[in-house]
């Protein structure tokens, strides 16, 4: 079984439904259908009014799109958990957000969208094919919040190569590639001890092979923008402790990480060099470049990013996304 019809397969068990707020989008209601046609788990669709349930129709028998076994909901607040309604008021309130303006919010389909989850009435929400980033992160923050003992969101990209690549067969995650710009060495930490975690749930039977990423390999070079990443990869060995088939090693350059006979000329003594399948990079500048030129220069096809650390599953897709990476992403955060 290849990497996608494992995800895929493993969605499927977990018989899940997803929200997705940007139902205008052709490739959302594309993605849409494939999750329904291959019983891969049930989509929601959120609507203000059945005008424009009629519109979303009409774009979908436009372009050939079956919507049968669709769910929709109207957005209104009274459908909401109300419990969670007030503390989301409270909590604008407490941020010099007015209520009524705290109101329209939740009425918008992306705020709905997320509260609907909030509400236990859904198992996952995927959006950003429309929707910025900013607007995505602001949204899940202010509504389900963060993970009890995390700090700090973040993200990762399940990056699948080509098939036949010269180096790589099995996919590799990369983080962080989205969220945050200038990471210290406590919120690297918490990043990568969150990406080992999402990779186990994907693949529960592969060893992790952590990469601490740097333009210098073990003491090649000598300068203080290293320190956080030597201090970050002590901090991740020390949460890992005693555990056998995880592995973090840095700082490491990309190739050490991933060519096998430059990794065992670099760092003969790593555990991690030429076999990296989490690469952690040290900023997001490099992260977000990193991802792209994989993908466009490397033609690795990009799922995500993944959000980390809400409370609930939430992906920010990015605005590039073909149809495949949101029926693919949206399967990931269906798995349990």
Not at 76 to 99: P, R
Not at 156 to 174: A, D, G, I, S
Request: hydrophobic share 40%; glycine share 6%.
């Amino acid at each position: 079984m290849n990497i996608k019809d494992n995800i895929l397969q493993l969605a499927k068990q977990s018989n899940g439904r997803i929200i997705m707020p940007e139902s205008f989008d052709i490739r959302v209601l594309k993605a849409a259908q494939q999750l329904i046609h291959n019983e891969i788990g049930k989509v929601i669709i959120p609507i203000n009014s059945n005008k424009e349930w009629n519109q979303i129709k009409s774009i979908s028998f436009q372009n050939n799109i079956d919507l049968d076994g669709i769910e929709t909901v109207y957005i209104n607040i009274d459908l909401l958990e109300q419990n969670e309604v007030q503390k989301f008021i409270t909590k604008m309130a407490k941020k010099n957000i007015h209520l009524n303006v705290a109101l329209d919010l939740l009425q918008t389909s992306l705020y709905f969208s997320m509260m609907y989850l909030k509400s236990k009435k859904c198992d996952a929400c995927i959006c950003g094919a429309v929707y910025d980033t900013a607007d995505v992160l602001r949204a899940g923050l202010r509504v389900l919040g963060v993970a009890e003992g995390i700090k700090k969101i973040s993200s990762y990209f399940l990056m699948l190569p080509p098939k036949n690549h010269y180096l790589v067969t099995k996919p590799v995650l990369f983080t962080d590639c989205a969220v945050n710009p200038e990471p210290n060495a406590c919120t690297l930490r918490d990043i990568t001890v969150a990406t080992i975690k999402s990779f186990k749930k994907i693949f529960p039977n592969e060893s992790v092979n952590v990469s601490m990423l740097s333009f210098s390999t073990k003491g090649s070079s000598n300068s203080k923008v290293l320190d956080k990443i030597i201090k970050a990869t002590e901090l991740i060995k020390t949460y890992f402790k005693g555990t056998t088939d995880i592995n973090i090693d840095g700082e490491l350059q990309f190739d050490a990480s991933v060519v096998p006979v430059i990794g065992k000329r670099k760092a003969p003594h790593s555990s991690v060099a030429g076999i990296a399948n989490i690469l952690v990079f040290p900023d997001l500048n490099s992260g977000n470049i990193g991802y792209k030129i994989a993908e466009r220069y490397g033609a690795f096809q990009a799922l995500g990013p993944i959000i980390q650390g809400f409370s609930l599953p939430v992906s920010d897709l990015s605005r590039g996304s073909n149809t495949e990476d949101i029926y693919l992403t949206s399967a990931i955060l269906l798995i349990k």
